[in-house]
């Protein structure tokens, strides 16, 4: 059945974005927003849609957690043979955007993506649940399996495998560090006269500019 959205409407009416209002420092503006979403309560207020593009050419997009920024990077983990870690070894290019409906905001984000060090994986794998150190092992993320009991039945494998030992880390599991080059700040106005600001990379300092809605 067909369907139209075209009655939906919302009208912005957050405070306005000008180039006085925001740090000359992205990743400080960036700080600022994301302590604002965490406070206000949104709920998975460190989700971002993450974007690749493989050798095929076909862009490719999944929501992934922001655990850490160090050193002007944004750092999440995933399966390194995950559809996204294979995409990510073709092209290094990749986008995140976070989207606050609650405050009428998102964040644009471009960059390079690298993997991150191992002792930034294993450090940040040894603060998760025994649960979730495990289930790291027992996904073959993204690849087709035959039924859900195939997953319980590797939970399963791995506990007992691990029982008593400590759970380390799978070598096929870590951070990716996106780089960024530009980030932007949109906050929603009315009447469709949005606020975008762009803050983008002029010989290694970074420069603002406006941009139309
Ligand atoms: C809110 C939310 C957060 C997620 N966080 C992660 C994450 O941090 N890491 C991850 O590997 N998958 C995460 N997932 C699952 C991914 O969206 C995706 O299903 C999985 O990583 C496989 O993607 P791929 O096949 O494109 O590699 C999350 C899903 C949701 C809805």
Sequence with gaps: MDKKYDKIRNDYRQNPLGKKDVHQNPFEQFNKWIDRAISS??????????????????PSSRMVLLKEIKDENFIFYTNYDSRKGHQISENHYGSLLFYWPELERQIRIEGRIEKASKEISEEYYLTRSAKRRIGAWASPQSQEIPNRKYLEDKQEEFNQKFSGNPIKKPSNWGGYTLTPYTIEFWQGRPNRLHDRLEYYLDDNDWKIRRLAP
Excluded: D, H, R
Excluded at 41 to 58: C, D, F, H, R, Y
């Design 41 to 58: 309560g949104i709920k998975e207020p460190t989700a971002m849609s993450l974007s690749t593009v493989g050798k095929n050419l076909q």
